[in-house]
């Protein structure tokens, strides 16, 4: 009844802009002033923190045609695709290990479920930690965390109108609102956006609509009461992946062509209602308090047409060699995700001899619900690559589901001690972790609560302009072992899942921002071979991490690199997959973006965009590697006024050469799949600011 009834005050207290160019955007890493609300120390300037961080404006977002969350990946290296379907929920790389949609997923420093589709019309930024996120998260990957950042109400009135059109048919209308009333106590922020979605990708029409209402109360100079909702929908057939033929990798694929073109495919639906209420008192200088509490309500019909394994040769994890391969009619409808959060915090400073203190301690408590009906799984026919392939319709829902239930109750401490140049940080997170799950039909219930610490401490000093910095943490991942006959210690927990990394770094400048950073992350891994559910062995990624960020004259410039090198460690049960790459992991990423200001022309600006991923293994035993690609980007954006009406003009050119490639190589569900680069698109968009 609590819970419904968060929701309730949610929807009555109050409801809480993709444009489309190829322009160089500045990744805020070492410039920014605002404090990363997802880096756990929330007072502290992004620039003075001693771990490797991005925060994306929504301006940024809007200027390089950002759609949805896995578009980061074409502006930083340190990020990249893993199963990124058009059509379905993004999934995002970090270091070379993808992030969990469950765990490593927040929204206003609060726990959700990233398993949806989110839409950007309403964020403010997009927060991005990279490594070890044990401080801000209880059991989480170790890859690193992503904090949305909602709009909030602006100081001066606000009207922004946007339209969006692809060379395809694509068609977005938007419009960003915002003001204060004339006494300055209360504010308000609306978006509204309206998406005819019409991708390269054929068979995949839809449409998404998304509705955002943000206000805030100020009852004095020391007291803020801030609500927002948000509500989406999203509808559209999701995309089904290439994968090997027999052990061949083939020639990349028309990326116009969908597998999933049944006559009696659905779209995936996704239907969204999420917001927040937050307190902020000002006590004591310079001490404050806050209290935020937040609700999440998903439901997903998820539909597919699903290529899975070729039964002709015995090969259950790719396609046949002739190009045909099992299919299956997989649906899985009104699935329901609920999610409730909260979290008081106190922070503020103190001075103990010559040393200053910033401190932050609380408690977060968060419970998610995930329930399901039987989903249909059914051998449908046979599919082919070319796409020509009929099966036949069977949609019987005759396969039992798995429901989950979790909850964390977590208390945090950060300090942050400074004496002259130095600066200590210490980080600790205690978490009381409680997960449950069953199937459908009742049969293989199982619960366990682990209890566990995750602490990181750094140290960092501050030079002129520049600011040098080492630290140390942990994270833990919650594996249990399945509740079915024939495991060992089934339905209990996996000891020892500890992720640690080791970070060194640099970073400053004024004209010239960059920052350098080298990592070293150990990964235990866990084996699902019966009888054992153990840890078997480790993945060890080491890296190396470069961004530079410059304005000269007429120029901007952004570039980012990474070089990882990943590679599978101490495994006994599997001996030859040591010293071997993981999967659809690159060695190598590279992004650069160059604007130029053509002065002679007022408002009018010329920009592209290089994108670059070296090789990646397809196979655990890296017989086969998809080869590197690299992708160029154009675009031009002009601004003027007309009458009084601010107008900004976008233009841009994904793809320019129209290369075919593999953009990545995801084993998913036990299935090695392929998926192409996008085909060569073009984008048109209109913001009118009255």
């Avoid at 059509?87 to 070379?96: F, N």
């Avoid at 990233?114 to 801000?136: F, W, Y």
């Avoid at 209360?186 to 309206?194: E, S, T």
């Avoid at 036990?670 to 698109?681: C, D, K, Q, S």
């Amino acid at each position: 009844m609590g819970k419904k009834l968060l929701l309730v005050l949610l929807l009555h207290t109050s409801f809480a802009s993709a444009q489309s160019e190829i322009s160089t955007i500045r990744i805020t890493e070492s410039t920014d002033l605002v404090s990363l609300d997802v880096s756990g120390f929330n007072d502290t300037p992004e620039k003075e923190l001693p771990l490797s961080s991005i925060s994306i404006s929504s301006k940024e977002m809007a200027d390089n045609g950002f759609h949805r969350l896995s578009d980061v990946t074409l502006i930083d290296a340190s990020t990249t695709d893993s199963y990124n379907a058009t059509g379905y929920w993004d999934y995002l790389s970090v270091r070379g290990f993808t992030l969990e949609n469950r765990y490593n997923f927040l929204r206003e420093g609060l726990p959700i479920s990233a398993e949806t589709s989110i839409g950007l019309d309403n964020k403010e930024r997009i927060e991005i930690l990279k490594g070890l996120s044990g401080i801000q998260a209880g059991a989480a990957s170790p890859g690193g965390m992503v904090n949305y950042i909602v709009k909030r109400p602006t100081e001066k009135p606000l009207r922004i109108l946007n339209t969006e059109v692809s060379e395809r048919g694509n068609l977005l209308t938007a419009a960003d609102l915002g003001g204060r009333s004339e006494n300055k106590k209360f504010g308000y922020r609306v978006n509204l956006a309206h998406e005819n979605l019409e991708p390269q990708l054929k068979k995949t029409s839809g449409q998404r609509t998304l509705v955002a209402l943000a206000g805030d109360w100020r009852l004095d100079n020391n007291n803020l009461i801030e609500a927002e909702i948000e509500w989406s929908e999203r509808s559209q057939p999701s995309q089904a992946g290439f994968s090997l033929l027999g052990n061949k990798l083939p020639d990349p694929a028309d990326p116009t062509l969908n597998l999933n073109n049944q006559p009696w495919t659905e779209p995936v639906e996704f239907k969204g209602l999420t917001g927040t209420m937050k307190f902020t008192k000002n006590l004591s200088a310079p001490w404050s308090w806050t209290v935020i509490a937040g609700a999440q309500d998903l439901s997903t019909s998820d539909r597919l047409a699903y290529p899975f394994g070729c039964s002709a040769e015995n090969n259950y994890d790719r396609y046949c060699s002739d190009g045909t391969y099992d299919l299956y009619d997989y649906r899985s409808e009104n699935e329901s995700r609920k999610t409730y959060a909260a979290k008081t915090a106190l922070q503020g400073s103190v001075v103990t001899g010559a040393f200053q203190h910033q401190i932050s301690v609380g408690i977060v408590g968060s419970s998610m619900r995930e329930h399901f009906q039987k989903q249909a799984y059914n051998y449908a026919g046979t599919g082919n690559v070319q796409g020509t392939g009929i099966g036949t319709a069977n949609p019987v829902l005759n396969d039992e589901n798995t429901n989950r239930d979790t909850s964390n109750y977590e208390l945090f401490l950060s300090d942050t001690s400074q004496w002259g140049k130095w600066k200590s940080w210490l980080g600790l997170r205690y978490t009381n972790l409680n997960r449950g799950s069953f199937r459908t039909d009742g049969s293989r219930a199982l619960s366990y609560t682990q209890n566990f610490a995750t602490p990181w401490v750094a140290l960092s000093y501050d030079f002129e302009n520049v600011l040098t910095y080492a630290s140390y943490g942990q994270g833990l991942e919650s594996y249990v072992t399945p509740n079915k006959d024939g495991y060992d210690h089934r339905g209990e927990f996996v000891p020892d899942v500890v992720s640690k990394q080791i970070e060194v770094g640099l970073r400053g400048g004024k004209e010239l921002n960059w920052n350098v950073a080298a990592f070293q992350i150990t990964r235990p891994q866990v084996i699902d071979q019966k009888p054992s559910y153990q840890v078997d062995g480790e993945a060890e990624h080491k890296g190396f991490e470069a961004q530079i960020s410059s304005q000269w004259e007429r120029w901007d410039i952004n570039t980012s690199l990474m070089k990882l090198e990943a590679i599978r460690k101490d495994s006994v049960l599997d001996k030859n997959l040591n010293g071997k790459k993981p999967v659809n992991v690159p060695e190598q990423t590279a992004r650069l973006q160059l604007g130029y200001k053509v002065l002679e022309i007022k408002g009018l600006s010329l920009n592209t965009r290089l994108s670059h991923e070296g090789e990646r293994a397809v196979l655990a035993d890296n017989s086969i590697m998809l080869p590197a690609w690299t992708r160029w980007d154009l675009g031009a954006s002009y601004a003027h006024t007309w009458d009084d009406m601010k107008m900004l003009w976008r233009l841009s050119v994904d793809n320019i050469t129209d290369q075919r490639y593999w953009k990545e190589s995801p084993t998913q569900y036990g299935h090695i799949y392929l998926y192409p680069g996008e085909a060569r698109n073009i984008y048109l968009s209109m913001s009118a600011s009255l």
